[in-house]
C-alpha cells in the first residue's frame, strides 16, 4: 500500500473483551489500518459511530441490549457511510439475511482464518462483497427462494444504473466499475446509492444476488 494513502479508521464493537481487542490487535498491526474506537456495547458503538465518523466498523451480531441487527439498522438510518461488516459465530441463514437486510457490507465468520479475515476486511473496503466463502451458496439460495415472490424490476434503471449492476452481479469493485465504465469512482458510488434505493435494497451484496438470480449479466 501507498505510504501517503490515508488510514483506514476502525471502529471495533463488541461484547467480548478478548475477542475485541484481538482484532484491534490484528488490524493494529496490518498496514493500512487505524483503530481510532472500541466498544462494548451497541448503544455505545452508534454514539462513537456518530462521533468519529469511522472508515470501517467491525460489529458483533449477537449482544446484549442492542443487538448487532439493531444496532447496524439505526446506524443505517443515522446515514452514517461508514463500510460495515458483521463478526459472527453465527452461520445461521437468518442471520446472514437479517444481516444484508439490514444494510451489512459482509458477514464474517469470527473462527475464519485471520489471514481470510484481513482479505474480506480489505475486500469490503474496495468495495467487493465480503462473505465467508462457505456462506456464498447459502445467502444464494436464501435470496433466490425470497425472490420467487418478488416484484422488483430494473425498468425503473438507468442505462448508467443497469450497466453497474451488471457489474455489481459480475463482484467486481467500485475501482473495476470505474476503469471499465470509464467513470469516476465516486460517481460510481453515486450510481450504487441511487440503484439500490430504485430496487429498494439496503445493501449492494442483496442486490448483486437479486442481479444474477434474474440473469441480469
Not at 78 to 106: C, Q, Y
Request: charged share 25%.
Amino acid at each position: 500500500m501507498n505510504a501517503t494513502a490515508p488510514l483506514t479508521r476502525t471502529l471495533v464493537i463488541d461484547d467480548h473483551p478478548l475477542f475485541r481487542r484481538g482484532v484491534c490487535q490484528l488490524l493494529s498491526l496490518e498496514p493500512g489500518f487505524e483503530i481510532v474506537g472500541e466498544a462494548a456495547s451497541g448503544e455505545e458503538g452508534l454514539e462513537l459511530a456518530r462521533q468519529l465518523d469511522p472508515d470501517l466498523i467491525l460489529l458483533d451480531l449477537n449482544m446484549k441490549g442492542l443487538s448487532g441487527i439493531e444496532t447496524l439498522r439505526a446506524m443505517r438510518d443515522a446515514d452514517i457511510a461508514a463500510r460495515i461488516l458483521i463478526l459472527t459465530v453465527s452461520n445461521a441463514a437468518e442471520d446472514l439475511i437479517a444481516a444484508i437486510r439490514a444494510g451489512s457490507d459482509g458477514y464474517v465468520l469470527k473462527d475464519a482464518d485471520p489471514n481470510d479475515m484481513l482479505r474480506l476486511i480489505r475486500s469490503a473496503m474496495d468495495g467487493q462483497d465480503a462473505i465467508s466463502p462457505e456462506l456464498i451458496g447459502l445467502l444464494t439460495l436464501a435470496l433466490r427462494q425470497e425472490s420467487l415472490g418478488e416484484t422488483r424490476s430494473q425498468a425503473s434503471l438507468t442505462e448508467r444504473e443497469t450497466a453497474i449492476l451488471r457489474c455489481l452481479a459480475a463482484g467486481k469493485s467500485n475501482k473495476l466499475i470505474a476503469r471499465e465504465l470509464d467513470i469516476m469512482e465516486s460517481t460510481v458510488k453515486v450510481h450504487i446509492r441511487n440503484l439500490l434505493k430504485k430496487l429498494k435494497f439496503r445493501s449492494r451484496v442483496e442486490a448483486a444476488v437479486w442481479a444474477v438470480n434474474k440473469q441480469i449479466t
